[in-house]
């Protein structure tokens, strides 16, 4: 017994690629109307060149809302060996691992979840260099892990018509008070 577990700890630990989103747990939370999305973390740790082929998200509900993934579809992602790259979301840029776009009018504190399946390969030669493909290559191999959206009240509040009208009514009072002030002065 102590032998196998002598041998087990010996043992160098085989190389392999990981991809985890941002925020780990893979959840988020989003308001009606809006979009908002993942980032990722990919680690390449090994002596291949690692190349994103395809994300497919099964599970969310449409009447939620539509998912559109970044890391193939927009910004194809390729890592060369023993690479680590960290990328947070970032919608204006289009960066991260894709993004939610939720519904108007999607019911506040419903969720919906997806399993997401990301396909990639590993190539013994850059993808895009001259020397093509090679026999050790590695096709349509896959992460897959879940993540969730849940709609959210606003929290940036549009002011009730009841508020601006108090407020409103309050700062003529003041502008009238200060003018009336004035004028018994002189």
């Given at each position: 017994m102590k032998l196998v577990l002598a041998l087990c700890l010996l043992l160098p630990?085989?190389?392999?690629?990981?991809?985890?989103?941002?925020?780990?747990?893979?959840?988020?939370?989003?308001e009606p109307g809006t979009s908002y999305g993942w980032g990722f973390d990919l680690n390449n740790d090994t002596s291949n060149y690692l190349l994103v082929t395809s994300v497919?998200?099964?599970?969310?509900?449409?009447?939620?809302?539509?998912?559109?993934?970044?890391?193939?579809?927009?910004?194809?992602?390729?890592?060369?060996?023993?690479?680590?790259?960290?990328q947070a979301y970032n919608q204006s840029l289009q960066q991260g691992f894709g993004e939610f776009a939720m519904l108007?009018?999607?019911?506040?504190?419903?969720?919906?979840?997806?399993?997401?399946?990301?396909t990639y390969d590993l190539l013994v030669n850059d993808p895009f260099g001259p020397l093509g493909s090679h026999p050790n290559d590695q096709y349509s191999l896959e992460f897959t892990f879940d993540g969730s959206v849940t709609s959210t009240a606003p929290t940036s509040g549009v002011p009730e018509p009841s508020?601006?009208?108090?407020?409103?009514?309050g700062l003529l009072c003041a502008a009238w008070r200060l003018r009336r002030a004035n004028s018994v002065r002189c």
């Open positions: 630990t085989l190389p392999a690629a990981s991809l985890t989103l941002i925020p780990n747990s893979g959840n988020i939370n989003i497919v998200a099964s599970g969310f509900d449409p009447l939620m809302g539509t998912f559109q993934d970044f890391i193939v579809s927009v910004n194809p992602t390729i890592l060369g060996p023993n690479t680590i790259l960290n108007p009018g999607a019911p506040i504190g419903s969720t919906t979840g997806a399993t997401f399946s990301v508020s601006v009208i108090l407020t409103g009514a």
